[in-house]
């Protein structure tokens, strides 16, 4: 009875949703008890809007998004899109990028018309000068994210972009805490940006301003405190930690990367699936016991 039982549930889930690796996976989404979420793409929609251009002293903001603009075409990551988008709305054309590289977490880089620009967190980029702190740090308070551009080896300017919080995930981490799931809030983004999101969702826990492999630092952290782990992304930049996890949940919205290191996928990029995954891995299981 225990394979029909199993297959019965795995089945389940697929009318829920929920695409299931094999049915042994449902033996860990049982005992899962704490559930970390990756904020951009997986809290929120990650479809973000440029709000913003500011441009340090001497330099043109238009020309900061257009260079700016012209890297993240060729970059997959949901700050990019926001970028690009807005860039060619304003500059017409973009000019061509050689030598283009992203760093997972951090931003990217290549050369534009001869020179090397740089845009992500101020560790890729450097410090934002003087005049642009207080941009980063209203921006930062509205929960948005602030990104640094550069080039010849100074900051000449700073990008903010606005994401949404989906309009299901705080239902969804109302029911986490009802199934005695514990969440936290993990992400590359800004403590500040970060604790705007977790606000506004219900999340108390949150660990911020992460590397990808220091997310797989965090999931391992709770394990070794005993919990068992559910990790819930869907960026390049999350399946190290999709991996580590006891369970790896990736959005069927996201990348082909995390869908290949998780355990289960979310179909619709609805965090309430994960807390159906649970309940249904717990009452799959009672019915075979
Ligand atoms: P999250 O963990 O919330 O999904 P990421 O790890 O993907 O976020 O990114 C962390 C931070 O790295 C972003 O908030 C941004 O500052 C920077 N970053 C990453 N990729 C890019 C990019 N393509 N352009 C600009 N900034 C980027
Ligand atoms: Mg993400």
Known sequence: ATPTALMVGTGRGAQLG????????LESTRRVDTVVLD????????????????????????????????????????IAAAVATAARERA???????????????GVRGTVEGTAVVVGRPALVGAPPAELTAAVAAADAAGRTAVAVGWDGAVRGV?????????????AVRQF????????????????????????????????????????DAVRRLQAEGHTVAM????????????QADLGLAMGT???????????T????????????????????AVIK
């Open 18 to 25: 929920i695409l299931v690796r094999g049915p042994e996976v």
């Open 39 to 78: 904020k951009t793409g997986t809290v929120t929609t990650g479809r973000m809007s440029l709000v913003d251009v500011v441009a340090a002293d001497g330099e043109d903001a238009a020309e900061v998004l257009r260079r700016a603009g012209a890297l993240e075409d060729a970059s997959e990551h949901p």
């Open 92 to 106: 017409g054309t973009l000019p061509a990028v050689a030598g283009f590289r992203a760093e997972a977490g951090l």
């Open 159 to 171: 990008l903010v972009v606005a994401d949404t919080v989906k309009p299901t995930s705080a239902a």
């Open 177 to 216: 805490r009802d199934l005695g799931l514990r969440p936290v809030l993990l992400t590359g983004d800004s403590a500040a940006a970060a604790r705007a999101v977790a606000a506004e969702v219900g999340i108390d826990d949150v660990v911020a301003e992460v590397l990808p492999q220091e997310k797989v």
């Open 232 to 243: 819930v992304g869907d960026g390049v930049n999350d399946a190290a930690a999709l991996a």
């Open 254 to 264: 996201g990348t082909d990367v995390a869908i290949q290191a998780s355990d289960l």
């Open 266 to 285: 979310l179909v619709r990029g609805d965090l309430r699936a994960a807390a159906d995954a649970v309940r249904l891995a717990r009452r799959t299981l």
